[in-house]
């Protein structure tokens, strides 16, 4: 199925997806660029320098913004991944009318509805603005993506294998333990790593919840933005990309649904 | 001794009635057949005993319990499904020696009824391998040894040779009945093939829209089928319609169209009863010129059509007095006349007693 | 007909498995909404935020609502020209994806099948990469020193005209918007185009139709829930975006979410804000709803 042959290749569909990959990379690469670029200012390329990635390892602030959002990811994505793929299973297998609406429905509406009730929901219960809040706000939106990706993993699996198992004398948790979780564990690391990836790159939810006095990589890279632009930006979203990318092609390898069912 | 009763079952999806009152009983040690086409029941029939579906209506008793209630996996049945279900992550023996991990067996016994699992099933020294290194016939194998492995009391094959290809399937078929002979387990066998259940079963149980039509040895189920449909799908079979004229001495005279024939009396019937004569197509003779016979019916007909199966010829006879008949005629059979061809004049004829009416 | 899947019947397990989740989604995400929604009728708090919800004074304990957010959210002309403009911003991000957006799931779709998983995930990659470097990178390339502003004002020059600045106006917010959510709107319409069945073109080809009257006849028809699956992703999200006007944007280039951001982070006028929010939930629910509607009529 599917346009398999290579019909006329129209030169002009190859002239606009070439020009959309453009589109999709220059500015990326140009921030890559500029972090090697021995000069302060984002204009003209002077020469090549590691400074900047220097300095950043110096920035006292930089650091504890990275220590926090790594502990942040690092619980959300292990929270969440337990959750997701508790259900990821219970969408599969029951019929249940609530938990899809309210797994799915944080990653359709735009974030920054979340992000303002969430604040008045801790500032309400007196909960104080931290790295606590942020990271039970990030648990909540991450597990609907890690529910999708093992959904789409349970449905792809063949369901006779639950049953031999059972047909052979498994119970029911046995046979989930023995047979169904090894051949999921893939998509369920696919999410792990997705919902790392999500709470590390988040912004508009953490901007909220985060109080004052907490900082987290994305929120030092808005003050840093805002205020004085300094080329350890370029630094630091250089290594961020290299970090995501390595996390999101490991995802891949381990699970292909992530490509169809992430969105 | 009865081993398996399915008393009244019933199961309905909604407004469709999957299984409609089924009644049968399976003896222990034999090859028990369901057949049918698809959407039959059959495979449902098959789910509900082995526990992954519950009747609505009646009870499963296995060996003299019900098994309301009672969930697969203490169900001592094992079922072979139609994709053979092996376990990917798991080497051959690994999948084999499923069911004794589940009932606590010891490590090394394990591992004795296993390798002697693997010789049953010609696959000895396969046991490192993983599912998908196998071809289609080796994963059925181990499908049946896994399924076998720990004795149990029936085993339930869902159309497990459907997969395969027709060279394969045949040697198969072979491997299914030695196999069974040997073990000695029930076997309850579910498929829409006809010839292979006559060939494997003990006894078959042709199912339509969820009911069961007939049960029988396949000679009785082939040779004496009960109605239309029983006659229609086991093998080939010639009906043409036919209404009871006369009854006189055990002898029936049907009409067929303007014709008269003679079939014996089956089923008790009465004049001007309507039906079918079914008649298969070995049973019929073929000539340039037959003599009349009191045994026999004989009619004239012109060829119209004639498929060449290399062991067999089919013709088929358009009658003078109107209807059409296939005749079945091995091309070697001693004392028969060279072949015919389309718009040879031919007399058929066959015995009085081959013929059987059918009510519908 | 197949039997169906082999159904759980002990509800205990089913509780135990659904249960964490549920009660966490409940109350980390349904409460907060309710909340806010409530919070949208109350008054705002002497030093901002919410004030209480009962008050006692003379007259005895009684009930602080009231709908003034509302009342001046409908009459203050400025809130609705925002809506509009914002809602005018994520229309025409989500027209420019699909402009550009269409012709890239196409060629993906048609391409061997060994080459369609590498070509997507170089579509996803950028995705993945910080939301916030991603706008960074643009105030880079739109910056009155980069390459691009440059050329175009020396060209601009030439003619006589004032130099124009490409950061800070709703130009940069909509180049952004349609930068950030181009993923978005490639997936659903590759993942509906790749499941064309081939043959059809064929056929349409056999019978006489050109290439272009066998993209309007069949392929477009039939990839309109793809269409409507990736304007619905990239309108709801872009709809209640803050950090790219915030960004970007300048004064010209306001939405709606960063009036939500400064009355809740500002001004601290949290009803108002929370009503602001309301009706941009209402929107987006209201345009989901719309998408799946149309998606389920061109299916059907």
């Known amino acids: 199925m599917g346009l398999e042959r290579m019909r006329r290749r129209s030169l002009l569909l190859w002239a606009v997806a070439l020009l959309a990959y453009l589109f999709l990379y220059a500015p990326l690469a140009v921030v890559v660029i500029y972090s090697f670029n021995d000069s302060r200012l984002n204009a003209e390329w002077v020469g090549f320098t590691f400074s900047w990635y220097r300095k950043l390892f110096r920035n006292e602030e930089m650091l504890l913004a990275a220590q926090n959002s790594l502990v942040i990811a690092l619980v959300t994505s292990a929270v969440s991944t337990l959750l997701g793929t508790m259900a990821g299973f219970a969408m599969h297998h029951y019929r249940t009318r609530l938990l899809p609406i309210l797994v799915l429905a944080p990653i359709a509406i735009p974030e920054i509805l979340m992000g303002v009730s969430l604040l008045i929901f801790f500032v309400l219960l007196n909960f104080t603005l931290g790295l606590v809040s942020v990271t039970l706000s990030h648990i909540s939106f991450c597990v609907g993506f890690v529910a999708i990706v093992v959904r789409a993993r349970l449905a792809g699996m063949d369901e006779s294998l639950t049953e031999a198992a059972r047909d052979l004398g498994a119970t029911p948790f046995r046979a989930f333990r023995l047979v169904t979780l090894p051949l999921i564990t893939p998509g369920v690391i696919a999410g792990a790593l997705m919902a790392f990836t999500l709470s590390i790159d988040d912004f508009v939810i953490t901007f909220f919840t985060a109080g004052v006095g907490s900082n987290t990589l994305p929120l030092q890279i808005y003050t840093m933005v805002k205020t004085a632009v300094t080329p350890e930006v370029n630094a630091v979203s250089t290594l961020l990309m290299l970090l995501t990318l390595t996390l999101i092609m490991l995802a891949t390898r381990l699970s292909p649904f992530l490509l169809r069912e992430s969105r | 001794m009865t081993q398996l009763e399915l008393r009244n079952l019933t199961r309905r999806f909604g407004e469709f009635t999957a299984v409609d009152g089924v009644n049968l009983s399976i003896e222990s040690g034999e090859f028990f057949t369901l057949l049918g086409p698809s959407g039959c029941g059959k495979t449902t029939l098959l789910r509900m005993i082995a526990g992954f579906d519950s009747p609505e209506e009646g009870a499963i008793m296995l060996e003299g319990s019900d098994m309301l209630g009672v969930p697969p996996e203490r169900r001592n049945l094992h079922t072979v499904f139609q994709s053979y279900a092996l376990f990917p992550h798991l080497t051959v023996a690994q999948n084999i020696a499923f069911p004794l991990r589940m009932i606590g067996t010891a490590k090394t016994a394990i591992a004795r009824r296993v390798d002697e699992a693997l010789v049953q099933v010609s696959l000895a020294g396969f046991g490192r391998r993983f599912p998908n290194e196998l071809s289609g016939g080796q994963r059925q194998r181990v499908a049946l040894a896994r399924a076998l492995v720990n004795k149990p009391k029936m085993l339930l094959l869902d159309e497990p040779l459907a997969a395969l290809d027709a060279k394969l399937r045949e040697s198969m078929q072979f491997e299914l009945m030695r196999l069974q002979r040997e073990v000695g387990v029930t076997f309850v066998y579910v498929t829409h093939d006809q010839s292979e259940a006559l060939a494997l079963s003990h006894r078959i149980a042709v199912m339509k829209c969820g009911r069961v039509e007939q049960v029988g040895t396949p000679a009785e189920v082939y040779g004496a089928p009960r109605n239309r449909f029983v006659a229609d799908f086991i093998g080939e079979c010639n009906l043409l319609d036919a209404e009871v004229w006369e009854i006189e001495q055990g002898k029936l005279a049907l009409k067929l169209g303007e014709v008269l024939a003679y079939a014996a009396q089956g089923q008790p019937v009465s004049r001007g009863d309507t039906g079918v004569l079914a008649l298969r197509p070995e049973q019929i003779a073929i000539a340039r010129s037959i003599a009349p016979s009191a045994e026999l019916n004989r009619f004239s007909g012109t060829v119209a059509e004639l498929l060449y199966r290399g062991e067999v010829t089919v013709y088929a006879v358009d009658l003078q007095g109107g209807g059409q008949m296939r005749a079945l005629v091995p091309n070697s059979a001693p004392g028969h006349e060279r072949s015919f061809k389309a718009g040879d004049v031919v007399d058929i004829s066959w015995r009085i007693d081959a013929g059987l009416f059918l009510a519908e | ?300």
Not at chain 3, 17 to 29: D, E, M, N
Not at chain 3, 143 to 150: A, E, F, K, R, Y
């Open chain 3, 1 to 300: 007909m197949a039997a169906p899947a082999f159904q759980e019947t002990r509800r205990g397990a089913n509780w135990l498995v659904a249960g964490p989740p549920l009660a966490y989604l409940l109350v980390f995400f349904a409460a907060p909404m309710l909340i806010m929604v409530l919070a949208s009728l109350r008054n705002p708090g002497d030093f901002g935020g919410l004030a209480p919800v009962l008050l006692e004074d003379v007259a005895g304990t009684h009930l602080n609502l009231s709908v003034e957010s509302y009342a001046r959210l409908a009459s203050e002309f400025l809130y609705t020209r925002l809506f509009l403009k914002s809602l005018g911003y994520a229309a025409l991000a989500t027209l420019l994806c699909l402009v550009i957006g269409y012709p890239l799931a196409v060629l993906i779709a048609r391409s061997e099948k060994k080459h369609r998983n590498l070509l997507v995930l170089l579509v996803i990659l950028p995705f993945w990469s910080n939301f916030l470097i991603r706008i960074y990178a643009w105030m880079l390339l739109l910056g009155p020193q980069s390459g691009l502003s440059q050329a175009l004002n020396s060209v601009l020059n030439l003619a006589d005209i004032e130099p124009v600045s490409l950061l800070y106006t709703p130009f940069a917010v909509v180049v952004a918007l349609v930068y950030v959510h181009l993923p978005f709107m490639v997936l659903p319409l590759y993942a509906n185009l790749e499941k064309h069945d081939s043959a059809l073109l064929d056929a349409a080809q056999d019978l006489g139709a050109n290439a272009w009257q066998r993209f309007w006849q069949i392929t477009f028809p039939l990839s309109l829930p793809g269409v409507y699956a990736g304007a619905a992703l990239v309108f709801i999200p872009a709809l209640g975006i803050f950090a790219i006007p915030d960004l970007l944007g300048g004064t010209q280039g306001i939405m709606i979410g960063n009036v939500i951001k400064q009355q809740f982070l500002d001004t601290r006028d949290w009803p108002f804000g929370s009503a602001l929010s309301l009706v941009l939930t209402l929107a987006a629910v209201g345009v989901a709803g719309l998408a799946a509607a149309l998606g389920r009529k061109a299916r059907a």
